[in-house]
């Protein structure tokens, strides 16, 4: 079993991450983020979820920065962000940071890109900032923004996915922080659980991509903040208001959906993109999971590109 340490995540994995990193204090900690192509009138911004980081983009990052700025944070506590223990990782304290990450570089025309929780946090930021925002794509991303049934499908949801089943009986029996603080030794399967098909993806520089960031307990505070305010209910999700919604609602939309993620599962989380964009078009992918990013990249990046050229 391999033993990482933090020093161990400061690289470029091989080459195969090699954007010049970025950093701004504007959310109060140390946020990492790439920043590629073009500077003009628009801005993909790709936002990830549990437990990844900026890497999850890196096939998307060259194929979009040929004509657009493209822009991907790593969320508080992931990636080559700082982890600060004096802070709280509910889904609000992320919303807030991406926030005033957006209003310091002052990104307008954003097009966000979002894969798992990054959906409820990108959606967040487009009930306060509708008017920055010109197109949404989920990428096996939930988009909440208001519907009145969203407790319902979350619990419908965790009787059948195996992410959050575990996560619910680990909260109880009182294990999940001991786990998840060691999210280096047990990245794989925790990805697995969540679901990703391309087992050829399973290299030793694929995994310390993603495990060497949680080198410590202390390095996990992140991960393990998504999975504990889903299992004690700490997570609040933004509610737009009447004028939010009507602006979201004309906006272009694309949803790309693996149909063999077992995590979000596509009955239960579909609907929250169709109800509020009910003309957009959607791509379910067979064969594909969680991961769409990881095991269908050049599938979904074509699907982006031709959707953002289009509109």
């Known amino acids: 079993m391999t033993q990482y340490h933090q020093a161990d995540f400061d690289t470029d994995f091989g080459g195969t991450f090699p954007f010049k990193p970025n950093f701004t204090n504007a959310p109060g900690f140390a946020m990492h983020y790439v920043d590629e192509g073009p500077h003009g009138d628009e801005t993909v911004l790709c936002l990830h979820g549990e437990p990844t980081w900026g890497y999850l ?12 700025r493209v822009v991907v944070p790593d969320h508080m506590g992931f990636g080559k962000s700082a982890t600060p223990r004096d802070r709280s990782y509910w889904l609000q ?14 990104l307008q025309e954003i097009t966000l890109v979002m894969h798992d929780f990054g959906g409820p946090v990108g959606m967040g930021l487009a009930a306060r900032h509708p008017d920055r925002i010109r197109r949404l794509i989920s990428t096996n991303g ?7 049934d969203l407790a319902d499908r979350l619990t419908a949801n965790s009787v059948t ?26 990245i794989l399967s925790t990805l697995k659980l969540n679901g ?20 410590s307990p202390a390095d996990c505070l992140g991960a393990i903040g998504w999975a504990k305010g ?12 009447v004028a939010a919604v009507r602006a979201i609602r004309e906006k272009p939309a694309l949803a790309i959906w693996g149909e063999a993620d077992r995590t979000l599962q596509a ?4 609907p929250l993109f169709t109800e509020l964009f009910p003309s957009a078009p959607v791509h379910r992918l067979p064969g594909v999971g969680h991961y769409c990013l990881e095991d269908a990249p050049d599938v979904v990046g074509r699907l982006i590109t031709d959707f953002i050229r289009r509109n």
Do not use: C
């Open 57 to 68: 983009f890196r096939h998307l990052i060259p194929v979009l920065s040929e004509d657009y």
């Open 93 to 106: 304290d992320h919303i807030d940071n991406l926030e005033r990450f957006v209003l310091a570089l002052d």
């Open 142 to 148: 939930p988009t909440p923004f208001g519907q009145p």
């Open 161 to 186: 996915s195996p992410w959050f089943q575990w996560i619910l009986k680990a909260e109880k029996g009182g294990s999940l922080e001991t786990v998840l603080g060691q999210l280096g030794f047990n």
């Open 196 to 215: 990703f098909e391309n087992n050829e993806l399973i290299t030793e520089t694929w995994l310390a991509a993603y495990g060497s960031r949680f080198a």
């Open 230 to 241: 889903f299992a004690t209910g700490a997570h609040r999700f933004e509610i737009p208001d």
């Open 267 to 270: 009955e239960h989380f579909m």
